[in-house]
């Protein structure tokens, strides 16, 4: 009996030291919430909410001023599929993506690698590739329209100047989206470089010093060691400028007006959606825009996500 | 795995945040004003009539130019009103429709603001408009039978008058004096035709492209709506189908697109690129509506080199200018809706609208107030906008205007870059219009 005894003690032991341990866990569960509750509860409250709202949104003919809404089934998506417009915007807007993140990221590469020496006057140049990305959009893209103006505008006079012909900056359906691709990527390259700088940072300078005992140079120094340990920042920056450039809106918004003849060339997917939702005051129609939009970008970023692994390098 | 967890988390987060833009609208933003609806309140309940009491009404509009002039009115009105305070909304003019529409769906309506041919089907037919029959019928200073009967009917909806008329505007052809001398060409006058402007343009054109002779711009309201209805064509017909495929229409069209393509007209589309041609002296002539007055009259290039006359006539002889006018309504669900009639009835009382035109604010609609609008500038001959009114037209409108005029840009715009026939241009224009028009 004895060794029952003691079997029996060991095993409630060990039941309350398991209550103790679930109660603890418990506790932390609970707390973790309770941290998170701020950011959770605002995410579905202006995020997750409103989202699911547009989605149902997109199978209704909305009436004026949210009254009156008729069920229209898949409707919405009927016409969306037969609408040639979209598909220009869809065209225009990975068109855009194309020209904007791979320059994009790489200029802000460049230039990160190069404000990571010691330079004289560094703080001076990481603050002025630093201050587009602290102006308002709507106002760069004012600024930016003069700059272009087809007449008056300072690129084209410089042009004229060195004897060029003018280019129609704005109006041109060939050239209107890389006028906007070049807003879009200066004011964004100040944010990326901060970004990549932060990540050069982090690498030690011991592999340098290293790789310099075993003879390595410069190039395959910044191949073999700077890319690979600077890649999962370049992965964060390469996945948020696709979504950002996939939503691109205000430059294109502010730039070209629906009369232009660069419209059908330029529109994006986010301007497209405003104008139905907004102008047209067809908001059912407008969710069902923004529902195609929602799902390419989740095609992209599960591509982007899987092929992180043949050229992202994680250490630890 | 963590890592893509998180990324999907992100990207999903960074998707969530433009949908939220859709599903929800933006609650208008809360008036001051809708402090004094207790105190109205109680008023009604103690027996005394609500004006007694201290009452502050908002009134929206979209003209910068014009709130200057409003505020003034306001002034006016309080020191003869003291319990009733305006407090001006401005916002500009695509936002003024967006923040409206948000406005009327949360029921959060200024109590007095503008409205537009463009939008009264829409307010009118949801009942986001008071209906002012009662108001009128009682009134002593407000009668339809003293503005313009188009401007009326504009606004009136099965019979219930929505807005009391507040201005109209017409089209006017602006030239350039200085570079009419230069190329010693006559001033255009009430005898030109279209071949005249034409031969004109040809004689201001330079051939180095520094100077163009008339500004052919994409658009209907200052633009191309005018010869079409010169010709005798039309944009919308009475059964609700497009004009755009008429023939006269089409004819009008060709005539207005050959400036462009003969290379006496600017390639302009843009809104703003429009003012900017004939502010900065890239066009000599240009059709521009009467609204704009207050900006040329500001404008020293402007002042000093420009005057402006009626439009040409078509070579068969027939006259059109785009008529439109604006109207005042109050807000359904107003709870100082007596307060609100006040301030209405003095704007659209013989006095207010004699010191409406006197302020050189707008033509106003009230009959026989148009010399006051006309001494109120000394700048340019401006009596011609009153002279066209009486062959002018109304800017054409159905249910949903707004949608199928920028439809009908995009099909027109390939015939001003010459992608298109303006024959084709105009039939795809119809084609679409037509569309936008079922789904009324």
Redesign the interface.
């Known amino acids: 009996m004895p060794k029952n005894d003691l079997d029996a003690a060991y095993q409630e032991g060990l039941k309350k030291m398991k209550n103790q341990l679930s109660r603890a866990k418990v506790n932390e569960w609970l707390w973790g919430w309770f941290l998170i509750a701020p950011t959770t509860i605002g995410l579905i409250v202006l995020n997750i909410i409103p989202a699911i709202q547009t989605f149902y949104l997109s199978f209704f003919k909305s009436g004026d001023f949210g009254r009156g809404n008729i069920f229209v089934g898949l409707q919405n998506y009927v016409r969306l599929i037969n609408d040639q417009q979209v598909w220009f915007a869809v065209r225009n807007t990975l068109l855009y993506t194309l020209l904007v993140v791979p320059i994009g990221v790489f200029i802000s590469a460049v230039i990160a690698v190069l404000l990571n020496r010691n330079l004289k006057g560094q703080g001076i140049y990481r603050s002025i590739y630093y201050i587009p990305v602290i102006a308002t959009p709507a106002a760069v893209t004012m600024v930016w329209r003069w700059l272009y103006n087809h007449h008056y505008g300072l690129i084209n006079y410089v042009l004229k100047q060195i004897g060029l012909k003018p280019v129609n900056w704005i109006d041109d359906p060939d050239i209107a989206l890389i006028s906007i691709a070049i807003v879009s990527i200066w004011s964004t390259v100040g944010y990326n470089m901060i970004l990549i700088l932060a990540g050069l940072q982090e690498i030690p300078q011991v592999y340098y010093e290293a790789s310099n005992i075993d003879g390595a140079n410069a190039i395959t120094q910044f191949f073999r060691i700077t890319i690979p340990m600077v890649s999962p920042t370049l992965f964060f920056v390469v996945i948020t400028s696709v979504i950002q450039c996939m939503q691109v809106f205000d430059v294109v918004y502010m730039m070209i007006d629906v009369a232009r003849p660069s419209y059908d060339r330029t529109v994006s997917l986010v301007y497209l959606f405003y104008n139905n939702s907004f102008k047209y005051l067809d908001k059912g129609y407008g969710s069902a825009i923004v529902m195609l939009l929602l799902l390419i970008i989740s095609v992209i970023t599960v591509i982007q996500v899987r092929l992180q692994k043949k050229w992202v390098n994680y250490t630890n | 795995m963590k ?2 967890i998180f ?2 988390v ?16 933006p609650a208008g933003n809360p008036t001051p004003a809708s402090q004094p609806d207790t105190s109205s309140k109680d008023n009604s309940s103690g027996g005394k009539p609500a004006s007694s009491e201290p009452v502050t009404i908002t009134y929206g509009l979209w003209d910068s130019n014009q709130a200057v002039g409003f505020e003034k009115m306001a002034e006016e009105f309080t020191q003869a009103n003291p319990n009733i305070k305006i407090e001006i909304q401005l916002n500009g003019w ?1 936002d003024y429709w ?1 923040a409206l ?1 948000a406005a ?2 949360a029921g959060t309506l200024p109590d007095t603001f503008w409205m537009h041919s463009n939008n009264i089907y ?1 307010y009118a ?2 009942d ?1 408009l008071l209906n002012l029959n009662d108001y009128i019928n009682a009134s002593d200073k407000i009668d339809m039978k003293n503005y313009p009967e188009g401007l009326v009917s504009i606004y009136n909806y099965n019979g219930k008058q929505f807005a009391v008329p507040k201005d109209y505007d017409t089209i006017g052809l602006w030239y350039n004096k200085t570079m009419f001398d230069e190329a010693g060409v006559k001033y255009p006058d009430e005898t030109w035709t279209w071949d005249d402007l034409y031969e004109a343009a040809k004689k201001l054109t330079k051939p180095d492209k520094s100077q163009y002779g008339f500004l052919a711009a ?2 209907n309201q200052e633009g191309f709506y005018n010869f079409i209805y010169q010709n005798g064509g039309t944009v919308i017909t009475a059964d609700k189908k497009s004009g755009y495929d008429d023939p006269k229409t089409i004819e009008a069209m060709e005539y207005y697109v050959k400036f462009v393509k003969d290379g006496l007209s ?2 302009i ?3 703003s690129d429009r003012s ?2 004939i502010t ?1 002296g ?1 066009v000599a002539m240009g059709f521009f509506g009467s609204w704009n007055l207050s900006g040329f009259s500001n404008n020293e290039f402007m002042s000093q080199n420009f005057d402006v006359t009626v439009l040409p006539a078509s070579p068969s002889g027939g006259r059109a200018s785009i008529f439109n006018g604006l109207g005042y309504a109050i807000a359904p669900n107003t709870k100082k809706a007596d307060a609100a009639w006040k301030w209405i009835e003095y704007l659209g009382s013989k006095e207010g609208q004699l010191r409406q035109a006197e302020l050189g604010i707008a033509i106003s609609a009230y009959n026989g107030t148009a010399d006051a609008w006309v001494n109120s500038n000394k700048t340019f001959n401006i009596k011609c906008f009153i002279d066209m009114v009486q062959y002018a037209q109304i800017r054409p409108y159905s249910n ?1 205007t ?2 199928w005029e ?1 439809k009908t ?2 099909a027109l ?2 015939a ?2 010459g992608e298109k026939t303006v024959e084709q241009a105009c039939r795809d224009a119809a084609a679409v219009m037509n569309e936008s028009l079922t789904r009324e």
């Open positions: 890592n893509r990324s999907i992100l990207a999903v987060m960074l998707v969530l945040t433009i949908l939220a833009g859709c599903g929800s609208t695509s967006t529409d009327a769906s829409k037919s949801n986001m994409m658009h600017p390639v589309f843009g809104d900017e041609a900065n890239l949903t707004s949608v920028d840009y995009e715009r390939g001003f870059t």
